[in-house]
C-alpha cells in the first residue's frame, strides 16, 4: 500500500513539474470595437512607432511626459536618455509590424499592448525580436501624454518575414 501512495505521489509531482515547464500560450488579439477615446490611443502609437522609426525627437519630445520611464533588455532610463538614445542611433527603431493591439482606459489613464516583431538597430547591429509592448498614456489637458514605455520579450518564434528588414 505504501508503495502504491508513493508511486502515486511520484507520478503527481512529475506531472505538476511538466506543466509548470510550460509558459503562458495566452496572448492578446485586436477588438474589433473600439471606442473613440481607445481608437485615438491606438493612432497615437501608431504614430509613435513611425516617429521612432524617423527619429522624429521633436515630436516624440512632445509626446513623451517629463517623467516618462522607458524599460528595455538592457535597461531602463527616464525621457532625456531615451530621447538620446533615438536621436544618436544607440537604438534605431527601424519598423513595428504590429499584429495585435488591445487598450483598456480607467479614467484618464490607458494601458496599450502591442505584440509586435521589432526590427531595430543596436550597436550598429540589425535585430529582430518579438515584444509584447506596454504602453502607458495619462491625459492631462485634453492631450495623451506617453508615462512609461516596457518591452517584454516573447517566447514566441518571430513571424516577420526577414525580407521584410
Same mark, same amino acid.
Given at each position: ?5 508513493? *508511486? ?8 505538476? @513539474? ?12 485586436? @477588438? ?12 497615437? @502609437? ?42 544618436? *542611433? ?51 489637458? *485634453? ?23
Amino acid at each position: 500500500m505504501k508503495t502504491k501512495i508513493l *508511486g502515486l505521489f511520484l507520478l503527481t509531482m512529475i506531472m505538476q @513539474s511538466s506543466y509548470a515547464q510550460q509558459p503562458p500560450s495566452e496572448t492578446i488579439t485586436t @477588438s474589433t470595437t473600439n471606442t473613440p477615446q481607445q481608437q485615438e490611443v491606438i493612432n497615437l @502609437s501608431k504614430q509613435k512607432w513611425q516617429w521612432m522609426a524617423d527619429k522624429n525627437v521633436d515630436s516624440l519630445n512632445a509626446l513623451f511626459d517629463d517623467k516618462a520611464m522607458f524599460i528595455h533588455m538592457g535597461g531602463s532610463w527616464g525621457k532625456a536618455q531615451e530621447l538620446t538614445t533615438i536621436k544618436s *542611433g544607440g537604438i534605431w527603431y527601424k519598423k513595428a509590424e504590429v499584429y495585435a493591439v488591445v487598450v483598456n482606459i480607467f479614467g484618464n489613464t490607458a494601458i496599450l499592448l502591442n505584440d509586435i516583431d521589432l526590427v531595430a538597430e543596436v550597436g550598429g547591429n540589425t535585430v529582430t525580436n518579438p515584444f509584447m509592448v506596454t504602453e502607458v498614456y495619462i491625459k492631462e489637458n *485634453g492631450k495623451w501624454k506617453m508615462g512609461s514605455l516596457t518591452f517584454s520579450h516573447l517566447l514566441r518564434p518571430v513571424k516577420m518575414k526577414q525580407a521584410d528588414n
